[in-house]
């Protein structure tokens, strides 16, 4: 996925601006007072929820339908629900993770964020990416451009080469090599990772990462993020193949970066690695 272009920016439409308020609200009413405070269970895939989480899908959802009334795709559905969604969707769909980033909210991280994103025939045609603790509002549309707090995101390029650049990297999914390589001799000067796909994607595109990785996705995930970095200018691929958008829509792998140059460097340096 490489940069949209710059002819094609003509500000935000009034349906990216109706999404921006209804996710701004539902978090100051559902998400703000119950952080630091809200109890938490186990998913059966060891994954952590809470009240707030279930509270947010729900009201953002009506909200939401209320705006474009197509389906809901929550991450706080069960995956049955999910793929019955995805495959019955033929208009189109709201895609919402309501906290990406739980495990940071129950521990008291200031590292989390609710994202949204409209998909139509697969693809994501707006996306929404907003940090309540920070007060920091990401959005994208496609062929618009994307957006912080309401002025164009262009993103900036810290690093020139990939010895300077600060890269986020999250082991968990990666090929057993790769990770050894990247934990003993990285190739960038710094790693980092904090656990909030979305933002990830999200700093990235504001260039305050310069390179990113992760071994699988979800759909929510990835589906209002990437939207977000590319709309900034930046690029993304899977590890297995060049077509960002070609990867499985369940678990789809991630390499990023701000630069085009950084990109294919990054890239080619990933992919050469063995395990």
């Known amino acids: 996925m490489a940069q949209?272009?710059?002819?094609?920016?003509?500000?935000?439409?009034?349906?990216?601006?109706?999404?921006?308020?209804?996710?701004?609200?539902?978090?100051?009413?559902?998400?703000?007072?119950?952080?630091?405070?809200?109890?938490?269970q186990h998913k059966s895939d060891g994954s952590l929820c809470t009240d707030a989480d279930i509270a947010t899908q729900t009201i953002l959802s009506k909200k939401l339908q209320a705006i474009c009334n197509v389906p809901v795709l929550g991450e706080e559905m069960p995956e049955e629900e999910q793929r019955a969604i995805w495959q019955s969707a033929h208009e189109?769909?709201?895609?919402?993770?309501?906290?990406?980033?739980?495990?940071?909210?129950?521990?008291?991280l200031p590292y989390f964020a609710v994202s949204v994103a409209l998909l139509r025939e697969g693809k994501a045609v707006l996306g929404v990416v907003y940090e309540p603790v920070s007060d920091e509002m990401f959005a994208a549309e496609s062929?618009?451009?994307?957006?912080?707090?309401?002025?164009?995101?262009?993103?900036?390029?810290?690093a020139r080469t990939m010895e300077q650049a600060l890269a986020n990297v999250d082991m968990k999914r990666l090929r057993p090599g790769l990770a050894?390589?990247?934990?003993?001799?990285?190739?960038?000067a710094s790693l980092?990772?904090?656990?909030?796909?979305?933002?990830?994607?999200?700093?990235?595109?504001?260039?305050?990462?310069?390179?990113?990785?992760?071994?699988?996705?979800?759909?929510?995930?990835?589906?209002?993020?990437?939207?977000?970095?590319t709309e900034a200018g930046g690029y993304a691929a899977c590890i297995e193949?060049?077509?960002?958008?070609?990867?499985?829509?369940?678990?789809?792998?991630?390499?990023?970066?701000?630069?085009?140059?950084?990109?294919?460097?990054?890239?080619?340096?990933?992919?050469?690695?063995k395990d």
């Open 143 to 158: 062929g618009r451009g994307a957006y912080l707090n309401g002025e164009k995101l262009l993103g900036h390029a810290i």
């Open 92 to 108: 189109g769909l709201w895609c919402v993770d309501p906290i990406d980033g739980t495990s940071n909210f129950v521990h008291g």
């Open 241 to 273: 193949n060049d077509d960002f958008s070609a990867g499985d829509i369940w678990q789809r792998s991630v390499i990023a970066a701000r630069s085009d140059a950084l990109f294919a460097e990054w890239k080619n340096w990933i992919r050469a690695q």
């Open 192 to 229: 980092r990772n904090f656990g909030a796909s979305a933002l990830e994607w999200c700093y990235t595109a504001a260039g305050r990462y310069d390179l990113y990785l992760h071994g699988g996705q979800k759909l929510w995930d990835y589906a209002a993020g990437a939207l977000i970095l």
């Open 4 to 40: 949209p272009s710059k002819n094609n920016v003509t500000g935000m439409s009034a349906l990216l601006k109706a999404t921006i308020a209804a996710v701004k609200l539902v978090a100051a009413e559902e998400i703000m007072p119950r952080y630091l405070k809200v109890a938490h």
């Open 180 to 188: 050894a390589q990247l934990a003993t001799n990285p190739p960038c």
